[in-house]
């Protein structure tokens, strides 16, 4: 089977048309196993919760060849990446053969991505990770590609013209079928709202959690300036949005870690930070209460928390925030 994926996941390497072809002859390997999971190959089940089941995954892991053992190392890359580590595992293990491919053993290459006609060498099965975890951002959350549908249409285009026996229509049954295996995704559960039991505060905004604890407050701290409010709480815990917007950035920084901002009718914008994973994509429309992220400890973050900021516009400029907490919670 071949397959074009028509992305960029950096500024040095283009893949898809300019040069990433996989290529089942090379990624393959002769170890077939089968799914235990009878489930049928529809919607992936998924956690609202953000959890997952770490037990199962180390149990399907202990067959998956040279991914044996290696259930943090997806961890690590997904949660840099803002990828569900469910998803990056059960694509590698679908593409490398149950982790058998010469493309994994000879080049620590998880995905079989290529640079022209040449298989991409890593010095680490973590460095492939890495790159695995750069390509799947940029479909699943840069892009909007983010169910296996759609992600299925450019990793696996099926009618490919470099796919001539349509091996490509078992793609996204097939990845199903791994995510049920794994336990099912951790989140990706959209549409999920919560009403009645969110804090109401002023000018129609809402506390975006329902469970914690306020731990630092707005303005001087520590020497420094705290631009937010932090609410403390379990990592996993739902995020929602505060009030109807487009959301206008879900990515990873390297203090607010995985972060999210929606910009609101009249610009007022408001950011969410340190998550474990964000749901909400760029471009999205969110209605007030929908889930938008799982709480976290991303960043330069010292315990799961939810940093959570207001500014005037769509700037984030120091001189351009305001006190949430007056907002959120008024005399509360």
């Known amino acids: 089977m071949k397959k074009f ?38 919607g992936s089940i998924c956690s609202p919760s953000g959890d997952y089941d770490k037990d199962k995954i180390d149990e399907v892991l202990e067959r998956a060849g040279a991914f044996k053992g290696k259930r943090a190392a997806f961890e690590h890359a997904s949660a840099k990446h803002n990828v569900d580590p469910v998803l990056m595992i059960a694509i590698s293990i679908h593409e490398t053969a149950w982790g058998t491919s010469r493309a994994l053993l000879e080049h620590n290459n998880p995905s079989g991505q290529m640079r022209g006609n040449q298989i991409i060498h890593f010095d680490s099965l973590e460095d492939g990770l890495e790159m695995t975890g750069q390509t799947l951002n940029n479909l699943w959350n840069e892009r909007g590609l983010n169910t296996i549908e759609k992600l299925g249409s450019a990793y696996a285009p099926v009618g490919a013209g470099n796919d001539p026996t349509n091996l490509n229509i ?12 794994l336990g099912g995704l951790s989140g990706g559960c959209e549409g999920e709202s919560v009403e ?7 000018d129609g905004f809402v506390v975006p959690m329902k469970n914690f604890t306020i731990t630092s407050h707005y303005g001087p701290r520590w020497g420094a ?5 932090d609410l403390a709480a379990p990592e996993g815990e739902p ?16 203090s607010w870690g995985n972060y999210v901002t929606i910009t609101h009718e009249g610009g007022a914008t408001t950011l969410y930070a340190h998550n474990q994973r964000n749901v909400a994509t760029v471009g999205q429309k969110v209605k007030q209460g929908e889930l938008i992220a799982y709480m976290g400890n991303t960043g330069h973050s010292t315990g799961p928390h939810l940093h959570l900021e207001l500014c005037l516009d769509n700037s984030l400029a120091q001189d351009r925030l305001v006190d949430p907490y007056p907002v959120f919670f008024g005399n509360k």
């Open 5 to 42: 994926i028509a992305w960029q996941i950096g500024p040095s390497l283009l893949i898809g048309a300019l040069g990433l072809l996989l290529l089942i002859g090379l990624i393959g390997g002769g170890n077939q196993q089968t799914l235990r999971s009878e489930t049928a190959s529809g």
């Open 170 to 181: 078992h793609w996204v049954p097939t990845i199903h079928k791994f995510i049920e295996e």
């Open 196 to 202: 009645g039991d969110l804090i109401t505060g002023a």
């Open 225 to 229: 300036f705290h631009r937010g409010i």
């Open 239 to 254: 995020i929602y949005a505060a009030k109807d917007g487009i959301v206008t950035r879900s990515e990873y920084h390297f």
